[in-house]
């Protein structure tokens, strides 16, 4: 009788209309599992989605990290699925946790190396957080940024902001 492992690998070397398995992906080839991989419960692959292992003792802590940075995409007992957007990033950020925070977490949780394309994301969608404030004086808006007046240049270029900006000497009008 053939193993089961020998019959897996055939089933899944059959080619579909959709490619090798619909809805499969192999990493195998871009993933490097790290030497000490066995204590760690995460894989984090390089489109954003995050595997979560639940037999490990540090899964409570894994598991409160992801929830705060990634969206929920399957939850089961043994094994949980997460997708990192740019969405669910900001929403880390936005409760307090900085880029370096995020990404130095990955590295501990994960039983890869995290590929550089997801750093790049984490560092794209949290960097900017808490840049920008709007600020409401005297029934008008106003947009601050300080100390970064690259961000404020470039919302200045905005052509959507542009319509709405008042210069210092130009007359209030009265609605």
């Known amino acids: 009788m053939e193993p089961l492992r020998s019959i897996a690998a055939k089933r899944l070397s ?13 990493f195998r080839a871009s993933l490097k599992l790290k030497s000490d991989h066995s204590g760690r419960p995460m894989w984090v692959c390089e489109d954003g989605r995050i595997m979560l292992e639940s037999d490990s003792p540090v899964y409570k802590e ?5 929830v705060a940075i990634a969206e929920p995409v399957c939850r089961t007992r043994y094994m949980q699925e997460y997708q990192l957007t740019e969405y669910s990033l900001y929403a880390g950020a936005s409760m307090g946790l900085r880029t370096p925070d995020i990404l130095s977490a990955m590295e501990r949780f994960s039983k890869t190396v995290v590929p550089q394309k997801i750093k790049e994301m984490v560092t794209t969608s949290t960097s900017r957080y808490g840049k920008v404030k709007l600020v409401l004086q005297h029934d008008r808006f106003y947009i601050e940024c300080p100390g970064d007046p690259e961000v404020l240049e470039e919302l200045l270029q905005d052509p ?3 319509g709405y900006r008042l210069l210092r000497d130009a007359p209030l009008e009265a609605h």
């Open 160 to 162: 959507v902001l542009q």
């Open 62 to 66: 894994a598991c409160d990290f992801l």
């Open 14 to 26: 059959v080619p579909t209309e959709d490619g090798p398995r619909a809805g499969c992906a192999n």
